[in-house]
């Protein structure tokens, strides 16, 4: 089991920046393929971006490419999404997930939520224009 909570969402004007933080439980962090997704009301939860259990490798959405950036630090249990230059359509409440390591990685392997099994709760983040 892992159990992931979420921080660091809040109000922030266009263009400007908010850092998510994930903490993870468990001794087993490192083995996880990290995943962050979002979900505006009405709308499907959609891939934000992933990261190799190892930090090596990264994947992101067309629509974060450039602006946002996912990192972990396997040492403290936690994976991070630095999001910049934040645009009132990024509004939404952010997850993030856990996927158990496979033989091979391919970011674009792990862009859907149903190879994710453990899932936050969520943080909210909004963009006002």
């Known amino acids: 089991q892992v159990q992931l909570v979420e921080s660091g969402g809040g109000l922030v004007q266009a263009g400007g920046s908010l850092r998510l933080s994930c903490a993870a439980s468990g001794r087993t962090f490192s083995s996880y393929v990290m995943g962050w997704f979002r979900q505006a009301p009405g709308e499907e939860r959609e891939f934000v971006s992933n990261i190799k259990w190892s930090g090596s490798s990264t994947y992101y959405a067309d629509s974060v490419k450039g602006r946002f950036t996912i990192s972990r630090d396997n040492a403290k249990n936690t994976v991070y999404l630095q999001m910049n230059s934040l645009k009132p359509e990024d509004t939404a409440v952010y997850y993030c997930?856990?996927?158990?390591?496979?033989?091979?990685?391919?970011?674009?392997?792990?862009?859907?939520?149903?190879?994710?099994?453990?899932w936050g709760q969520g943080t909210q983040v909004t963009v006002s224009s």
């Open positions: 997930a856990a996927a158990p390591r496979t033989t091979y990685y391919s970011g674009s392997n792990y862009c859907t939520t149903e190879m994710y099994d453990f």
